[in-house]
């Protein structure tokens, strides 16, 4: 009875952890998803912003008559740039290394962007590479993310693989076992753990307790009660 309770207790608490684990590992496959959705619109995001920077550096070749018409000229493109810069700032954390090299190359375009001077089209140039360079390697670092998956992700993962192995060494344990005992079983011998139970006659004592002496050598982890009767 004891055994059943045990195995009982042991079949629920496997199922309650199961369970834990297929409720994590749905919810970092969702979360997966929705940053794969997101990596897709800041690779969108960055690609309007290169793209405005490429438009702005051929027409800063142009040879304007005044300001005016220069800014007239440019004014949509900055827009986009712009809208572009936003979207993809509202994205990037700051703390992370690779979103901050985006950022702060977004920051130098700002402060060139301001002084006609040093606003020329090789200067837009060589920071639209260097966007591109870091935007690559921003990318491929949140891919990489999404690739291995969230922490709590791979800890669900070993865990569920832990218990896959676990319980495959206890099935395996358990039958071999099984196959013990019921060898034990067949040949006559008691199984490991038994109780052998012996009842004599009083005049037999000196022959039971030679059987005393017997059995436990066949088997030193079997256990001999004798009772006598009259």
Known sequence: MEGVSLGAVG?????????????ILGKEAKTSEFRQ????SLRAEISEYLSSLNTISTHLLRSFKD????????APFYTK????????????????????????????YERLSKDDKTFTSSAVDQLEN???????VLLKAEWKRVKDGEITFRIA????????????VLVLAAAALDLIRGRASRSGTPAPGAVVQLQINAAQVPSSAQHAKIIPM???????????QP
């Open 130 to 136: 260097e966007m591109l360079a870091a935007s690559q």
């Open 81 to 108: 740039v712009n809208s572009a810069a936003f979207m993809i700032r509202l994205r990037l954390n700051s703390r992370e290394v690779e979103s901050k090299s985006v950022l702060d190359l977004m920051d130098k």
């Open 11 to 23: 079949a629920a608490l496997i199922a309650a952890i199961a369970s834990v684990i297929v409720l």
């Open 157 to 168: 993962k070993w865990a569920s693989i832990a218990l896959t192995v676990g319980l495959i």
């Open 37 to 40: 959705e997101w990596i897709d």
């Open 67 to 74: 300001a005016n018409e220069k800014i007239t000229d440019l």
């Open 218 to 228: 066949i088997n030193p982890q079997v256990t001999l009660r004798v009772t006598t």
